[in-house]
Structure formats: C-alpha cells, structure tokens
C-alpha cells in the first residue's frame, strides 16, 4: 500500500533473499486465488512483512514451497505456498480498495481521481471476495479509516499522533485478527508501532506535494513547510525510531521461525533506512 516496507537487500543472505521472494509470488497467488485474476495488481511489500509476522504466530513461522511457473519470467521458480498466505492476501485487497476511496476524496491530483474512479469498481469486487473469506475484515479497516477521514474534515486539524493512531490501530487489528490471547496481543502491538511509523512517514514523505495539491497532511499545521521539518529532524527521527524500537522488541520476545531473520532485518534495518532517505529529502529541501 505504501512500498516502504522492505527488507535491506545487502544485509539479506541468499537463502533469507529467496526466502522472501519466495512469500511474494505465494501472496500473488493467493491473491488471485481468492479475490480474482486481477488481484495481484494491488500486491504491495507490505504485506510480505505481515504475511511473515502472522507467520510467526499461526504456523510456527514455517511453511513449505512449490514449484511454479510465472507468466511474466516463465522460469522455473518456487513460491511459498499454504492457506496462511490466504488472510495477508485479502487484508492487501482489502487496502486497496479502501486506498482507491481515499484518493478519490482527495481534492489535489486530478489524474489520481480519474484513475482511482476507473478502477474502484473492480477494486471493489475485489474487497468483497475478500471479505467473504473473512468476515469482519472490512469494517475492521473501514472503521479507523472512516475516523481518520473524519479527522481530517475536523474545523481543528489533528496532530501527528492523533492522525498516526487512526492507523495504528488499523493495523494493530489487522495484525492480531483470529490470533487468541498473548499471542494476539503480541501480533497487534508489532501491527500498532508499524502502522504508526508507517503513517508518519508518508506523511513527512508527501509533505512539500501536500501542501502544493492543498491535500490533507497532519504535518502542514505543525511546520510551514519541508524546511521547517527539516530543523526538527532529530524530535523526528527520536519519534519515528521509539515506534520501530517497540515493535522490535514484541518481535525479539515473540517471533521464530525462518522468517525471523528477515523480519529483523526489515525492521533494524529496512525501515531506519526508508526513514533516513525522507529525511535526506526534507534535508534537501532545506539547502539553498
């Protein structure tokens, strides 16, 4: 959905590397196998990091392989396969669907809307078969979004946090849903700090076009423009790092399995260095 997500390719070893190739094409699949053949459009990075987090918590981190043929690179590969893919599968669907609303409402890109009116009617669909595979999912990420979206219609425009938790706790219920007691728990508070760094980053990465298209940026009331972000870069860079810093530990505490690694590596290492690139931005911004 955002694309920030990602593991630091040159720390992976080969076998971690093929590993998370290897959950991508499953997630394709189940992507198309339960929401249609289009589904796989709408496949993002994202949900690689959860199917491999909930992985750790509904099949013990594990999983087996099959061999298949893509159409798009007809070599013979192999694709992580099993009903665990199925659920990160329809949450990304699900996303989409909820993304493609949001930029419709969205009074900047007039391109962006025409795009999003075009296609929602299959994103929709879409969300639909998702949702009869899970019951509850929709309104489970209808909900925050529709309090987020009521935020930013507020006279009063929110802060960060407040705008950050709306999706924070999308995230957090979408991580622990169907996983009972510690276990659940644990799940959600990996989903609540990712979601809240990954909120807060886009919204820092969107500030300058934001402010340009007159779209919504929880940012904009607090700094009068990517310069000023820039000054405060360290109260930032504390903020953002206290979220990976938390769901860091619930995975140390929690999580095993061969995907544990990588999960790591996306979190130490992925995350702080999409998070050092938007301030590399705002720095350049800065400079004269």
């Given at each position: 959905?955002?694309?920030?997500?990602?593991?630091?390719?040159?720390?992976?070893?080969?076998?971690?590397?093929?590993?998370?190739?290897?959950?991508?094409?499953?997630?394709?699949?189940?992507?198309?196998?339960?929401?249609?053949?289009?589904?796989?459009?709408?496949?993002?990075?994202?949900?690689?990091?959860?199917?491999?987090?909930?992985?750790?918590?509904?099949?013990?981190?594990?999983?087996?392989?099959?061999?298949?043929?893509?159409?798009?690179?007809?070599?013979?590969?192999f694709r992580a396969a099993g009903d665990w893919l199925d659920y990160p599968a329809c949450v990304g669907a699900v996303l989409a669907y909820h993304k493609c609303r949001d930029d419709l409402r969205d009074p900047g890109n007039i391109a962006k809307k025409f795009a999003a009116r075009f296609v929602l009617p299959f994103l929709k669909r879409m969300a639909r078969q998702a949702e009869r595979h899970f019951p509850g999912l929709t309104a489970l990420i209808?909900?925050?979004?529709?309090?987020?979206?009521?935020?930013?219609?507020?006279?009063?425009?929110?802060?960060?946090?407040?705008?950050?938790?709306?999706?924070?706790?999308?995230?957090e219920g979408v991580a622990a849903y169907g996983i009972d007691s510690d276990a659940g728990?644990?799940?959600?508070?990996?989903?609540?700090?990712?979601?809240?760094?990954?909120?807060?980053?886009?919204?820092?990465?969107?500030?300058?076009?934001?402010?340009?298209?007159?779209?919504f940026n929880p940012f904009t009331a607090v700094y009068s423009d990517a310069r000023a972000a820039a000054a405060d870069i360290e109260t930032l860079r504390a903020a953002l790092t206290g979220s990976l810093r938390e769901a860091a530990e619930a995975v140390n505490a929690h999580c095993s399995g061969k995907y544990f690694p990588i999960i790591c590596n996306i979190i130490n290492l992925g995350l702080p260095d999409a998070q050092e690139r938007v301030f590399k931005k705002l720095t350049a911004t800065e400079m004269p």
């Amino acid at each position: 959905m955002f694309g920030y997500i990602k593991p630091f390719v040159p720390e992976l070893k080969m076998r971690e590397h093929e590993e998370y190739k290897a959950v991508y094409c499953g997630l394709c699949a189940a992507m198309g196998r339960r929401c249609g053949r289009f589904a796989p459009l709408a496949l993002s990075y994202d949900m690689v990091f959860l199917a491999m987090v909930r992985a750790a918590f509904t099949v013990g981190g594990e999983g087996h392989h099959e061999a298949f043929r893509c159409a798009l690179k007809p070599k013979k590969r192999f694709r992580a396969a099993g009903d665990w893919l199925d659920y990160p599968a329809c949450v990304g669907a699900v996303l989409a669907y909820h993304k493609c609303r949001d930029d419709l409402r969205d009074p900047g890109n007039i391109a962006k809307k025409f795009a999003a009116r075009f296609v929602l009617p299959f994103l929709k669909r879409m969300a639909r078969q998702a949702e009869r595979h899970f019951p509850g999912l929709t309104a489970l990420i209808a909900g925050p979004l529709e309090e987020l979206h009521e935020l930013e219609r507020a006279p009063e425009p929110p802060t960060p946090d407040e705008a950050a938790e709306c999706f924070a706790l999308l995230l957090e219920g979408v991580a622990a849903y169907g996983i009972d007691s510690d276990a659940g728990q644990a799940a959600g508070r990996i989903g609540y700090n990712i979601g809240r760094w990954l909120y807060l980053i886009d919204a820092l990465d969107d500030l300058e076009r934001d402010r340009g298209n007159r779209s919504f940026n929880p940012f904009t009331a607090v700094y009068s423009d990517a310069r000023a972000a820039a000054a405060d870069i360290e109260t930032l860079r504390a903020a953002l790092t206290g979220s990976l810093r938390e769901a860091a530990e619930a995975v140390n505490a929690h999580c095993s399995g061969k995907y544990f690694p990588i999960i790591c590596n996306i979190i130490n290492l992925g995350l702080p260095d999409a998070q050092e690139r938007v301030f590399k931005k705002l720095t350049a911004t800065e400079m004269p």
